[in-house]
């Protein structure tokens, strides 16, 4: 089976840094995504990895080491508005298409 | 200008009932989706059609039947209405010409069921 893993609960500072692992065990792999998704809203896209390294994209940064099933996103200068649910998703070969495979997700919490 | 729409947004429906929730995406995508996200907001697959052809089906009981008229739409019908049904179904879309350039999936607002 397909095993993603990822802190249920997070609480950082306004102003500070937060990194929010995500670990995986998958039969194949393509690549990795997050997603945010604010309550009550749709998820929506941050990033894809594909490579080893780190990616940056504005405050958001999001690494991975495959050889490791391991990935994280950073958050730099957090916001208020950051205060969101945190979806780390593994792309899966399946029959010459994707399988898009998601963890349980983070509840980030941004307090002042 | 809305990408991926589904309707309706909310529905509250009796037990035993049968009901329909419809998809349209814009974005000229080959392959659609239907994820159902619990209480506990675990965000799980259902079903994926890539140009009206079923290519992924999980499982899922057979009260739910996925329709694709044509590779725009994605319908999800579901019958016998259950209290387990509850839950936030997400439609979604995306492009597979090359699942090594990261095939990002863009996913309507949701549908809220609630069987009572």
């Known amino acids: 089976g397909q095993n993603i893993d990822q802190p249920t609960e997070m609480t950082a500072t306004e102003g500070a840094i937060v990194q929010i692992n995500c670990t995986y065990q998958t039969s194949g792999f393509n690549g990795l995504f997050w997603y945010q998704q604010h309550a009550g809203e749709a998820p929506t896209f941050l990033s894809y990895n594909v490579l080893d390294g780190l990616e940056e994209k504005g405050r958001f940064s999001s690494f991975l080491s495959r050889s490791k099933g391991y990935s994280y996103l950073l958050l730099k200068e957090l916001q208020m508005k950051d205060s969101a649910s945190y979806l780390c998703a593994v792309s899966l070969p399946s029959g010459g298409y994707q399988k898009v495979t998601f963890g349980t997700g983070t509840k980030l919490q941004v307090i002042p | ?116």
Not at chain 2, 34 to 63: A, C, G, H
């Open chain 2, 1 to 116: 200008d809305t990408a991926v729409s589904q309707t309706p947004k909310y529905l509250v429906t009796q037990m035993g009932n049968d009901k329909s929730i419809k998809c349209e995406q814009n974005l000229g995508h080959d392959t659609m989706y239907w994820y159902k996200q619990d209480s506990k907001k675990f965000l799980k697959i259902m079903f994926s059609y890539n140009n009206k052809e079923l290519i992924i089906n999980e499982t899922v009981p057979n009260r739910f039947s996925p329709k694709s008229p044509d590779k725009a739409h994605l319908n999800l019908h579901i019958n016998s209405l259950e209290l387990g049904d509850s839950a936030v179904y997400f439609c979604a879309s995306s492009q597979d010409v090359n699942r090594k350039t990261g095939n990002t999936i863009y996913f309507g607002e949701g549908s809220w069921l609630t069987v009572v």
